[in-house]
């Protein structure tokens, strides 16, 4: 399901069609990089269309499960140029999708349910659990951090900004009149804190698993249809589905069909009777230990800043600050005239 979700999420056809191709990324004469990232090539119009022509190529790939590594490497290449020529078209799915292809280049997502797994029977389609919960992991970290930054008197004491935003979007059909109620705001504002923070742990706990997953969907349905915030809410809920068992899409296939056969269960690393070398088990271990740590560190990294950082933007970018603050801005180039 994640692969899937990852690959479709990516398509070549939805960025030309609302043309963004030209306007955010061939179009602008003038870019804001990251920073330590100026040395990152500027393509020019040709170049950024081959660029998105390869990230739509490397996602359907991915969604079909045909060279799942090869794709996710010429997806990670491609989409990653994409955003890191510019700050200003940083979004967190984004930056999420990215983080996700660079996984894809270990975690065995074409294991199952893939062209590669036709192409390789023999192969194995079980999925050790580790991997699996790294990738709970990756998805949990998202709502953790959101949560956390949430967590401050803007949002939980003033409702802001839900309470500047809200009244923007009355034209909702029969909610419309409710969301210009400043109370709305704060009801609205601690009610999203409360989902972030406590989503992840719902959905590990079986009992309350489908519960949390119903309200994973709800909760990104309204926040789509209220603001604009892209594919991120769809991504959202098919991600959230690796908190399930595993061998879900193949149980829920089986109820389907009436058959009473079990869906195969999680197996280690290596294929029955292979266990895997001892180094390489320590080895993977020690990776997946440091991306752990990289990634609880860049959502808190803004804490070793001075100030406020939603004011300053230090730290602000790949810390899932998820509708925390909106910025606008707008620059043009003085004329002068010739007397």
Known sequence: MLRIALGLVLSAVRTWAYGWTDSLYAGPTHRFTYLWMGWVPQPGPLGIRVLVAATGVAGAAIA???RTRLAALVLLVSFGWIEAIDATTYLNHYWFVTLLALL??????????SLDARRRPARSSRVARGWVWLLRFQVGIV?????LAKLQPDWLLRGIPLRFWLPARSDVPLLGPLLRQPETAHVLSVAGAAFDCLVVPLLLWRRTRIWAWLAVVAFHVITWRLFPIGVFPWLMIAMATVFFDPAWPRTLLHRIRRQAEVAEPLQALAPAGAPAPRWRTRLLAAAAAVWVAVQIALPLRHLAYPGDHRITAEGYPFGWNVLLVERQSSASTPRTSCA
């Open 143 to 147: 709502y953790a951090s959101a949560g």
């Open 104 to 113: 894809a280049l270990v975690v065995p997502f074409g294991a199952a349910w």
């Open 64 to 66: 079909l499960g045909w």
